[in-house]
């Protein structure tokens, strides 16, 4: 003879199966977004890094060094532990245009990934004197 279950008791037990399959997204979502707004946050930091780099070395007397070791000072100050591995160029600089390129790496959540390059530029003419009638 066979048990018959009340329409009522068929679904018992679906729920946690349901949730069983569901939290593992979820939690995958949650962790791309995470992912996503941290390597966000790090090419932020490089950006603002490399324009405070031309920003210093853009100045009357100043260098393509000054503005090096300044971006150098903003990716520190700024990056944290978020932007890892940065590098600052001063590549593709002449004597009326500073250049400064921050290349870095986001912290990865996932363990033993590298983490995602980051890259940011920033140009701008270097100022000069000149009199009144010199253009």
Known sequence: MFLSLA????????????????????????????QGFLAAYAHNAAATAAREGVSAG???????????????????????NILTGASVSTAGSSADR???????????LVPGMGGWPVTASASG???????????
């Open 7 to 34: 329409p009522a008791d068929r679904d018992r037990g679906s729920s946690p199966i349901q949730v069983a399959i569901l939290f593992p997204v979820i939690i995958l979502l949650l962790l791309a977004l995470t």
């Open 58 to 80: 853009r100045m009357y007397g100043a260098g393509p060094g000054e503005g090096a070791a300044k971006a150098r000072s903003a990716v520190n100050a700024i990056g944290g």
């Open 98 to 108: 500073i250049s400064i390129t921050v290349r870095g790496r986001a912290i990865s």
């Open 125 to 135: 003419p270097v100022e000069r004197w000149t009199t009144a009638g010199d253009r």
